[in-house]
């Protein structure tokens, strides 16, 4: 690809003017060229600011995937303010927290959220005017019919932020990622480089638009000029169907969802042999799923490692690693090699030098993706992005010699034992191989002897009885001793925030009261 844009509506400008009749975007019944696509985002800049939105004010939207998103962060790109995406999954105390952080003046609202924000309508002080979205009650429509298209485009600076996604937040309230035109250009041109996205290929768009795997994807697919097929949720069978019905080429799902894929009756059968790119990430994969997949989309599968604060994706394990060569199977468990204009590092988290190939320490990441701070907040940007532009993940890793990057825990999450530090994800994997586990997390807990040990918290798979015992012996014969739990405990369930994660915070919470731990 030849052109460079310095701001992302130069893409939309471009493929309506070179391509105005080909489709660009499918959502259900809705078909949009890239003409009728741009016209609309033109209408919905001239409605914003009719509205009074000036450049660096923010609009929020809370609504299941629907164009309108999209068009949103187009128009707010061409106007010079940002659209804040929130994640619907938040309880309402959160969603409202994340509303007033981005000083939302205008809220975009779906019709399966329009009751939750008429009772906390009270509580939203910068929301001059909430606009519903989709439904009986849809007025974005009216709100964008009403205007003629704008064409004018603020002269966006590269490091301004058009989109800002909140992220998940284990410890505390969301930050709000600031996510430039620099950062979303230099993913979506690193990313189709390394995975060959052309004007030819249709992208899939099934993750929610206010995860990175969801934005990101779709101004991939306007980057390349590929077609856009957009779902409002991500339904197992609904993804399969429309892999095949549309010849889907590029895709990004998380290893949850790709679970479900696998227990959808008649998988295998289905025709899936479009896709070139079956990306997935966000959550580690556990082996056995791991496996199922590979039967599924032999061939198609780029394991693949990122952050809202790189705008998406920074290293990948491409198909030729997903095999199964008993000398290259440790490499499943690998996040692959940096993609095209990423540098990867891993460095003593206390020192911020460099550790030796193999050594664990912190993932460091340096890249024209990174965001441009977290909204509001000097501070947390000071402590994630170094004065040379750094960004301390926060993720324990190694580096092989052979230049994988292995992702093991989050620092936090980290246990120290009589001086050996493990790593919770280390023991995860052995215990979900066990047939009795459906869902597994490892934590430290007080001991005695050794300051933490290692205690694993299980679920049961459906049918099962887990006699810790028997987990403990298993454990033993596939670990060094050291890392071995010396507990295990049977929950019905294992606490998760909205994006799925498991609130390791809280597993330890019980244990450590009144003690101190600094790894939290």
């Not at 609904?238 to 549309?246: F, G, K, N, P, S």
């Not at 997949?293 to 693949?304: D, E, I, R």
């Not at 320490?361 to 965001?371: A, C, F």
């Not at 430290?444 to 015992?469: S, Y």
Request: hydrophobic fraction near 40%; charge should be negative.
């Amino acid at each position: 690809m030849t052109l460079q844009p310095t701001d992302v509506t130069a893409l939309l400008a471009r493929w309506a003017s070179e391509r105005p009749d080909d489709e660009a975007l499918r959502f259900g019944e809705v078909r949009h060229t890239w003409a009728q696509l741009a016209e609309r985002v033109h209408r919905v800049a001239a409605a914003l600011r009719a509205d009074g939105l000036v450049p660096g004010d923010r609009v929020a939207v809370l609504d299941l995937n629907h164009p309108s998103c999209l068009e949103l962060t187009l128009a707010c790109a061409q106007v010079g303010a940002a659209n804040a995406v929130v994640n619907f999954r938040l309880a309402p105390p959160e969603i409202v927290y994340v509303i007033n952080d981005a000083q939302a003046r205008i809220l975009f609202v779906g019709p399966e959220f329009a009751g939750a924000v008429e009772q906390v309508r009270d509580t939203l002080p910068t929301v001059e005017r909430v606009v519903h979205v989709g439904g009986e009650r849809d007025e974005y429509e009216t709100w964008l019919a009403a205007r003629q298209p704008d064409t004018t485009v603020h002269p966006a600076r590269p490091d301004d932020c058009f989109v800002q996604l909140y992220t998940s937040g284990t410890t505390g309230f969301p930050k709000g990622a600031m996510l430039t035109h620099r950062g979303m250009l230099a993913h979506a041109a690193n990313v189709a480089e390394d995975f060959e996205l052309s004007a030819a290929d249709v992208v899939q768009i099934a993750m929610p638009l206010f995860h990175v795997g969801g934005t990101s994807y779709a101004l991939l697919a306007l980057y390349g000029g590929a077609r856009l097929v957009m779902l409002r949720v991500p339904d197992p069978a609904a993804v399969l169907d429309m892999i095949e019905r549309e010849r889907i080429t590029h895709t990004f799902l998380v290893p949850a969802l790709m679970a479900a894929m696998a227990q959808v009756p008649g998988a295998a059968d289905r025709d899936c042999s479009s896709l070139r790119a079956l990306s997935y990430g966000a959550s580690p994969m556990p082996l056995p799923v791991m496996r199922a997949c590979l039967k599924l989309f032999p061939g198609k599968m780029h394991q693949v490692y990122g952050m809202t604060e790189a705008c998406g994706v920074v290293s990948s394990l491409g198909p030729d690693d997903h095999c199964d060569d008993p000398a290259a199977a440790h490499r499943l468990v690998s996040a692959g090699t940096p993609i095209h204009g990423v540098q990867i590092e891993i460095r003593d988290p206390g020192t911020g030098e460099p550790v030796p190939t193999g050594e664990p320490g912190e993932i460091w990441v340096r890249t024209e993706q990174l965001m441009a701070g977290y909204w509001g907040k000097p501070d947390a940007t000071a402590s994630a992005i170094t004065p040379d532009g750094w960004l301390r993940t926060g993720d324990g890793g190694h580096r092989d010699t052979d230049g994988y990057i292995y992702v093991t825990d989050r620092i936090k999450d980290m246990i120290i034992s009589g001086g050996e530090n493990i790593y919770p994800a280390e023991i995860e994997r052995v215990l979900a191989e066990h047939p009795t586990v459906a869902d597994v997390a490892v934590i430290g807990v007080p001991d005695e002897r050794w300051g933490e040990a290692p205690k694993a918290i299980v679920v049961a798979a459906p049918g099962q009885t887990v006699d810790p015992d028997t987990l403990l012996a298993y454990c033993r014969e596939n670990l060094a001793s050291f890392k071995c739990p010396k507990s295990v405990e049977v929950l019905d369930e294992l606490p998760r925030n909205p994006t799925g994660k498991v609130l390791k915070k809280d597993l330890r919470t019980p244990y450590w009261e009144g003690r101190d731990r600094t790894l939290v």
